[in-house]
């Protein structure tokens, strides 16, 4: 088999379903990456939701048997909201990232591998593949700056030229030996504009991430989130955005190829208070479609809490007050009885010492602590 004419054949096929870019690369070890990663680790600067073995992340012959090389697809996503609605003083509204807009990416992006593995399958019936998307063992950005999809940028981001970082990741082992492409000149050179403007420090030099201190992944936490970054997340109800809408290689880069990426901008940017009542039914239902549902209501509704402190929504204090008295989950009872603190008022101080007799929780307790200390400050 011409391999040459069929690396162009699968091109083509992939531009007819609607993958953006495609790259090639081989199917050796990412030995830079497992020094990378060991050293991650080490640094407890890993996230928790990567895949744990790093043997299987840099050897694909542990996931796969005698792979040849692996295929990298992106597809670029929308980075502006058309008609996005207006948050105004009584009626705030929080922000999901880009990233959660749409139609869950990992649905769209597996389709379409799907497809090709479909095509690929057809033309050669011996072969075999083995698709992921995100929550596979591999480094889904290695393998796109391996096969010259984009440069590995200081954000810690794969940019491409054509589409900014605004693109999704996929990737494809396979047993058949495609023709590597080259990777990419990195393209950052003095700018260091993401890692000055993260508001919590988490990108600590160009290119590491202490993903502890990130607000992608704070939002996503179930816990408390830590006092040091209540006030940094501002409106994040998931996921963040900062150190790629600043990033000058993402200027006019807003690509709307996808009508499964387009986002429903009520629910791009929805209001706080309805959240904080939501029923598990009517999330779902609303919210289940998109990536950023998918650690459940619980964080989401703590970060609503957390943007209402925030924009010091008074209007809000009564529905905070009921949700810290009646709200059966500890997190949600004490988030917002810190909020109601910070928002303060006579009817703070009353609603959180009524609260401070009936509260069994330690923790809980803890937090209407700090709230009636707020008061006391801003008294
Ligand atoms: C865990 C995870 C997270 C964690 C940690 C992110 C991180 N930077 O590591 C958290 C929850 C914080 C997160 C956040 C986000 N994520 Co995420 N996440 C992942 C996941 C599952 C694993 C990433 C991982 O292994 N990180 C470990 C680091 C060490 O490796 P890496 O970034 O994968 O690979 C690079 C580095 O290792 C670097 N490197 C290797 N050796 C060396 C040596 C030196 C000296 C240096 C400087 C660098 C370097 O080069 C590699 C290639 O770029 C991937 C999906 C997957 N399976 O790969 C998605 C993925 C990386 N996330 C993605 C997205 C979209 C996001 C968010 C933008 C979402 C949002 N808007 O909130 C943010 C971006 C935050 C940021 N600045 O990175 C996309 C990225 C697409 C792209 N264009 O790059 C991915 C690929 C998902 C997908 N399939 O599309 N994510
Ligand atoms: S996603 Fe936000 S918190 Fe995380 S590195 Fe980028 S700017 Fe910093
Ligand atoms: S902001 Fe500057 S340094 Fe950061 S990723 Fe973009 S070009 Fe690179």
């Known amino acids: 088999m011409d391999m040459n004419s069929f690396k162009q054949e699968v091109i083509l096929y992939s531009k007819e379903i609607g993958i953006d870019k495609i790259g090639f690369t081989s199917a050796t070890a990412f030995t830079e990456l497992k020094g990378r990663l060991i050293r991650q680790q080490e640094l407890d600067y ?25 295929i990298s697809i992106a597809l670029a996503y929308p980075s502006k909201l058309k008609d996005a609605p207006q948050s105004t003083k009584s009626e705030r509204r929080g922000i999901f990232c880009r990233a959660s807009w749409g139609t869950d990416y990992h649905t769209v992006l597996r389709n379409k591998l799907q497809l090709l593995e479909n095509f690929i399958k057809d033309k050669v019936p011996g072969a075999m ?10 480094s889904d950005r290695a393998v796109a700056e391996r096969a010259g999809i984009g440069w590995s940028a200081k954000n810690s981001m794969i940019i491409t030229p ?33 890692v000055d403007v993260c508001p919590t420090g988490a990108l600590v030099q160009g290119g590491q991430l202490n993903s502890k201190r990130c607000i992608a992944f704070l939002t996503q936490t179930k816990g408390f989130l830590p006092d040091e970054f209540r006030t940094k997340i501002g409106n994040r109800l998931y996921g963040c955005d900062t150190c790629q809408t600043v990033c000058p ?3 006019g880069m807003d690509f709307h190829f996808h009508e499964e990426m387009e986002p429903d901008p009520e629910l791009a940017k929805p209001l706080l208070k309805p959240l904080l009542t939501i029923s598990n039914r009517d999330f779902k239902e609303t919210y289940g479609h998109v ?11 703590r970060n609503a809490i957390l943007a209402l402190a925030h924009f010091k929504d008074e209007t809000a204090l009564p529905l905070l007050i009921q949700v810290m008295k009646n709200d059966p989950r500890p997190v949600i009872r004490g988030t917002a009885a810190w909020a109601v603190g910070k928002i303060g008022q006579e009817q703070a101080v009353s609603a959180l010492e009524e609260a401070r007799m009936k509260e069994k929780d330690e923790e809980v307790l ?14």
């Open 46 to 70: 890993q996230s928790g939701f990567e895949e744990a073995d790093i043997e299987k992340r840099v050897r694909p012959e542990l996931i796969f048997d005698k792979p040849q090389s692996i």
């Open 129 to 138: 593949m083995k698709s992921m998307v995100d929550t596979g063992e591999l």
């Open 162 to 194: 054509e589409f900014g970082s605004y693109v999704y990741l996929g990737d494809m082992i396979t047993n058949l030996p495609f023709e590597p492409d080259q990777p990419m000149e990195d393209q950052c050179g003095t700018c260091n504009k993401c």
């Open 249 to 251: 290689k993402n200027k």
């Open 291 to 301: 990536s950023g549902s998918w650690r459940g209501k619980k964080p989401i509704q």
């Open 366 to 379: 803890a937090e209407i602590e700090k709230g009636l200390q707020f008061t006391l400050e801003t008294k």
